[in-house]
């Protein structure tokens, strides 16, 4: 009677051990090697030599910045984030190339990028990583990922084939085609891309991405042109620029209409919808990426001031995921310097 | 009738407090064990929502953690049986000691962790605490292995503390489970 009670007892002992690891196992992923792994974009982001030490991994060439964003009260009426009312908060920003490869050329590096960290009086914060392309180049995380892969493939049909099964990529080689070059970081218009959920003062909710517009006169310029410039233009054009005056760029809220994707980054809202004025970023200096004041942050879109969420678009989230990996990798590298 | 005449029978009971605690805090400690390599698994907006439930999470099992540490030091522990032989006592107690580390210790590292990063510690409704540290990729990058070394120590010890504690109620049934589970020990 003991004797098979104790039997009992060791197989069902046995069984939930077992039973626990496997779930925690299931838990983790790994026994789903086909979850989409923020290690998986990583490794698909590796530049050609590997990471340097201590860099993002993805746009990992860049300049820090200091500034304010001085708010005119515009945006209270879609989010009642501190930021959005009357005032001034602090700001630090990084221009980047939107490339894994820290020496990335300045002159073809067809992505450029601005992010941002916004610190409201009240300690609140918000923060974004923009880029100068006006839509995502896909739809879903998950063709991020295969587009990151075939872009890091030697097979020079891999790219095709992810365009065929993601036809929205189209429009990107269309934009990286005809759109006009800068000269300067200063021209360029930045956008968020993703869509966010502000809440106003009175509980309503509304589905809002936002740009930045510069203030800087847009000067085109050929790719001829560019590729004759001298190495880290860009990098030294800032410098030239904020050591002579501030620079500036409005910030604008647009709100989608009834209708519109807020899931899909890859799709443009019409041209028509409602767009406010939230206010100026103004920069005053500049300071170098290996040891500037940007160095360190991780400018993660899903740390947000209350009045501002993510919604439906699955890219804040997957973003939060893959940046903190790269977070960790560079800050643990850094300590082990 | 009995076969286990020779088996000390423990008796003693936790108190009420205690053992609602106990509960809470299993269920609490194992959806957070879940909760944490969950969360970083998967770039999918669940992960996201998972490591908004894990801070505030997190900061409940240190509250609950520090009173029934409290309670645990007035209250103290029914005895074990007497004959269980003395290196499992010794286990036993370790293992309850490294618990109890663990619980308090686990929450405090990833408070840390996210105050090296220089990120906000977002409870809920936007509410954050105050950093306990400074920026630092050093601290950062210490306390982000600590925390993840330890999640799965303290996982394996909590399948171990299951595994005894059912030894106790299906194999031993010498009340020790009854201390905490309540009931009362039936043989056969």
Redesign the interface.
């Known amino acids: 009677?003991?004797a098979r009670?104790?039997v009992?007892?060791?197989a069902?002992?046995a069984c939930?051990?077992v039973g626990?690891?496997a779930?925690?196992a299931w838990?983790?992923?790994f026994l789903t090697p086909d979850?989409?792994?923020?290690e998986r974009?990583i490794a698909a982001l590796q530049p050609p030599g590997g990471a340097r030490i201590g860099d993002r991994r993805n746009h990992a060439h860049g300049v820090c910045v200091i500034g304010t964003f001085q708010s005119t009260g515009g945006a209270a009426s879609l989010s009642r984030a501190a930021m959005f009312r009357v005032g001034t908060s602090r700001l630090l920003g990084r221009f980047s190339l939107g490339s894994p490869a820290e020496a990335a050329p300045e002159a073809s590096t067809r992505v450029r990028g601005f992010a941002f960290r916004i610190t409201a009086p009240d300690?609140?914060?918000w923060r974004s990583a923009m880029i100068d392309v006006p839509f995502f180049p896909v739809a879903t995380?998950a063709a991020f990922l295969a587009l990151l892969q075939a872009g890091g493939s030697k097979d020079p049909g891999a790219i095709g084939r992810v365009a065929a099964t993601h036809p929205e990529l189209k429009n990107f080689g269309g934009w990286a085609k005809t759109a006009p070059w800068t000269a300067s970081f200063a021209e360029e218009r930045y956008n968020g891309l993703d869509a966010f959920v502000g809440t106003d003062a009175s509980g309503g909710t509304h589905h809002v991405r936002w740009s930045l517009l510069p203030a800087t006169p847009v000067d085109s310029v050929t790719p001829d042109a560019l590729a004759a410039m001298p190495k880290d233009f860009l990098d030294e054009d800032l410098r030239k620029r904020l050591a002579a005056a501030p620079l500036s760029w409005t910030m604008v809220l647009t709100e989608a209409g009834p209708h519109d994707d807020t899931a899909d980054p890859s799709r443009a809202w019409p041209a028509d919808r409602r767009t406010v004025i939230a206010g100026t970023i103004t920069l005053t200096q500049s300071q170098d990426n290996a040891d500037g004041p940007c160095r360190?942050?991780?400018f993660?879109p899903?740390?947000l001031?209350?009045?501002l969420a993510?919604g439906d678009d699955?890219f804040?989230?997957?973003r939060?995921?893959?940046y903190?990996v790269s977070?960790?990798r560079r800050?643990?590298e850094?300590?082990?310097r | 009738m009995s076969t286990t005449a020779t088996t000390d029978i423990v008796t003693g009971r936790f108190s009420p407090v205690q053992r609602v605690l106990h509960w809470l805090m299993a269920a609490a400690i194992i959806a957070m064990l879940f909760i944490g390599v969950g969360m970083v698994s998967t770039v999918h907006p669940v992960g996201l929502a998972l490591v908004d439930l894990h801070r505030p999470l997190g900061i409940a099992i240190l509250v609950l953690a520090l009173v029934r540490l409290g309670v645990r030091l007035t209250r103290g522990a029914p005895p074990l049986p007497r004959d269980l032989p003395a290196p499992v006592q010794l286990a036993a107690t370790l293992s309850h000691v490294a618990l109890y580390a663990a619980m308090i210790a686990m929450p405090l590292i990833g408070w840390a962790m996210v105050s090296a990063a220089g990120m906000p510690v977002v409870m809920w409704g936007g509410v954050a605490l105050p950093a306990i540290l400074p920026q630092s990729d050093g601290l950062h990058a210490i306390l982000w292995d600590a925390h993840r070394v330890i999640a799965y120590l303290l996982f394996a010890l909590v399948v171990l503390h299951v595994s005894a504690a059912l030894m106790h109620a299906l194999i031993r049934r010498d009340g020790v489970f009854e201390a905490m589970a309540g009931g009362s020990v039936e043989r056969g």
Request: proline share 10%; no cysteine.
């Open positions: 009677m003991a009670g104790a009992r007892g060791v069902i002992i939930v051990a626990s690891v779930a925690f838990a983790a992923g979850r989409l792994a923020p974009y300690g609140a914060e995380p360190d942050v991780n993660d899903t740390v001031p209350s009045g993510t699955p804040p989230a997957a939060s995921a893959v903190a977070f960790n800050t643990a850094e300590a082990a």
